[in-house]
């Protein structure tokens, strides 16, 4: 090894030794700026690309982050397990940055690798920013598309907020669902919020009491305490009212 190739080894291992120590200081933007420059020089040294990830999460730059992960996979340095969790991280920071912009949430959102956009949790908080912007639409599909792939209560029970001028097409998919997945209450309380939504009382007071015999919530006794209300019975609606801060500790 020549002088010169031995110094730039020391070289790089001291301030790959530096930038170990601002991670663990806490001093991510500082180990950042060091890290692009080592890791520009050895793109495939695993230890410095996982320095590397780990400050960029901590400072948030997601697209970089995506990036790193990307190079992780390819050099085997990151399993699959730990890829999707890296990669589920910097898209939900992604779409949180965009979740004021409708055209920019959108568009993020149809870029998003298949996988991710299947991804219950990835799905629910998409869903949630579009409720939030008015466009129920957009929340009724990407709820939709993800429970066909894979069944979550806490998706279902968005799909019950997330009704447009009509719930009738709503009502009846959650309907076809209900054929396998009977007793799931999140499902059950969704129909009633839906069937509210339409104004079909007694059908909304049939789901939602089955939704209660089967897990009683904070969420389903104020939904049924809002039916009573509707519908003329104001002391039922006291009764769930109290029962719904019962469950949520108040």
């Not at 001093?27 to 793109?43: G, N, P, Y």
């Not at 949630?128 to 979550?152: C, D, F, M, P």
């Amino acid at each position: 090894m020549s002088r010169r190739s031995r110094t730039t080894a020391v070289d790089q291992a001291r301030l790959t030794t530096l930038a170990d120590l601002l991670v663990s200081q806490g001093r991510h933007s500082e180990a950042l700026a060091v890290l692009k420059d080592l890791s520009a020089r050895d793109s495939r040294n695993l230890r410095l690309l996982r320095l590397k990830l780990q400050a960029e999460q901590a400072t948030r730059d997601w697209d970089e982050m995506l990036e790193t992960v990307s190079s992780l996979v390819k050099l085997g340095g990151l399993g699959p397990a730990e890829a999707a969790a890296a990669g589920r991280a910097a898209h939900l920071g992604n779409l949180a940055r965009k979740s004021q912009d409708a055209a920019a949430l959108t568009a993020y959102w149809k870029q998003l690798p298949q996988q991710m956009r299947l991804d219950s949790s990835v799905a629910a908080v998409a869903a949630r920013y579009h409720l939030a912007l008015g466009n129920a639409a957009e929340a009724q599909s990407i709820i939709e598309t993800s429970l066909e792939r894979e069944w979550s209560p806490s998706l279902v029970a968005l799909y019950g907020e997330a009704a447009g001028e009509t719930a009738l097409p709503q009502i009846e998919r959650a309907e076809k669902w209900l054929r396998g997945h009977a007793r799931d209450p999140a499902l059950l309380l969704a129909l009633g919020k839906l069937c509210m939504r339409q104004e079909l009382w007694g059908k909304a007071q049939s789901y939602i009491e089955a939704s209660l015999a089967l897990e009683p919530t904070h969420d389903g006794h104020m939904t049924l305490a809002a039916l009573m209300e509707k519908i003329g019975k104001p002391q039922e609606a006291v009764r769930h009212f109290r029962r719904s801060a019962e469950l949520a500790g108040l």
